[in-house]
């Protein structure tokens, strides 16, 4: 069934840091893979899981600067991915399989925010590339190796989804590009994405969430000039985070959350913020969050996977159809 979009009353909020939200969790003897662990809020995702036991993989476009911030963190692990290439992410999925070893959390955390027009592969919009269709190729070519009954897939989306859905006629930007929109779509995708893996791999234990970490200034902003910061409130005249921007270690604590808690056993596919299932947006502020309807609608995410699996050759998931929105979990 499908997991209703309300608040569940989990004794974490906006303030709580992934340290917290993992307290008394122990993860020993388990893999955690994290896209993007080693920088911004995926190093913080990193330390968190670490700390609580868990052997962390980080897959890295630049090996070399993951090797660094990861040095003398017990428990990491750095190998070579990069999202944009889907050869890259064969190779990679192909050696993991190899050492026969299970994935028992994979946290879909790296991506681009608003970057100059870039193409990569056959000539793909390079958020829409990287956030989505790298994490779902990878997702699909890791199957073998989640945990059988117990494994998480988790998703970093964003409030950015407000600003736009799926563009099914445009996919790429073929007719005009627009750097927020790209990345806003990519986030909408991320969503969707994690609805329909739920209602893939619930069956056999795999449960799937996205999540909005908050407002976080992070080295993901690099495309974003100094004065646009200002210009949007996000700082302050003298350079500090503008009221309603978390730490990193709070940034990470949602995604941290939805891989670990047990609250969530029972609950799939649902979009998540601060620690708690986000509550349907009632505004379109960005700030205050939660989520928009065409983020969560399972028409819209069994359309995206199928679409997902034609460009990338992938789709290792039985076919199961969408699930009724009126199937909701009242729990």
């Known amino acids: 069934m499908i997991t209703k979009q309300q608040r569940i009353g989990t004794g974490f909020g906006a303030h709580s840091t992934a340290d917290e939200v993992l307290a008394g969790i122990d993860l020993s003897g388990g893999t955690a893979l994290v896209t993007g662990g080693y920088s911004g809020l995926g190093l913080e995702t990193t330390r968190a899981l670490a700390r609580a036991g868990a052997r962390v993989v980080v897959p890295a476009r630049r090996p070399d600067t993951a090797e660094a911030a990861l040095r003398g963190m017990p428990g990491t692990e750095v190998h070579a991915l990069d999202l944009a290439d889907l050869e890259s992410v064969r190779v990679f999925a192909d050696r993991?399989?190899?050492?026969?070893?299970?994935?028992?959390?994979?946290?879909?955390?790296?991506?681009?925010?608003?970057?100059?027009?870039?193409?990569?592969?056959?000539?793909?919009e390079a958020h829409f590339a990287i956030n989505h269709l790298g994490h779902f190729a990878l997702v699909n070519r890791l199957r073998p190796a989640f945990a059988p009954g117990g494994a998480r897939v988790v998703s970093v989306a964003s409030s950015g989804h407000f600003l736009s859905d799926i563009r099914w006629d445009d996919l790429h930007f073929r007719t005009g590009y627009d750097r927020w929109a790209a990345y806003a779509q990519s986030k909408t995708a991320n969503s969707l994405f994690a609805v329909h893996l739920d209602t893939l791999g619930a069956d056999s234990g795999l449960r799937a969430f996205a999540v909005h970490p908050g407002s976080i200034l992070t080295p993901l902003q690099r495309h974003i000039p100094r004065e646009e910061w200002h210009a949007l409130g996000w700082v302050t005249e003298d350079e500090t985070p503008a009221a309603g921007f978390k730490t990193p270690e709070q940034g990470a604590a949602t995604a941290v959350w939805a891989a670990t808690s047990p609250l969530l056993d029972d609950r799939g596919g649902a979009y998540c913020q601060d620690c708690d299932i986000a509550a349907p947006?009632?505004?379109?502020?960005?700030?205050?969050?939660?989520?928009?309807?065409?983020?969560?609608?399972?028409?819209?995410?069994?359309?995206?996977?199928?679409?997902?699996?034609?460009?990338?050759?992938?789709?290792?998931?039985?076919?199961?159809?969408?699930?009724?929105?009126?199937?909701?979990?009242?729990?």
């Open 96 to 124: 993991f399989l190899e050492t026969g070893r299970t994935i028992d959390v994979l946290i879909n955390g790296a991506g681009v925010m608003a970057c100059p027009e870039t193409r990569v592969g056959p000539g793909w």
């Open 281 to 331: 947006a009632t505004t379109d502020d960005m700030l205050v969050g939660g989520v928009k309807p065409w983020a969560t609608d399972p028409a819209a995410a069994a359309r995206l996977w199928e679409l997902s699996g034609e460009l990338t050759g992938l789709n290792a998931f039985p076919a199961k159809p969408a699930r009724s929105p009126q199937r909701q979990d009242q729990r």
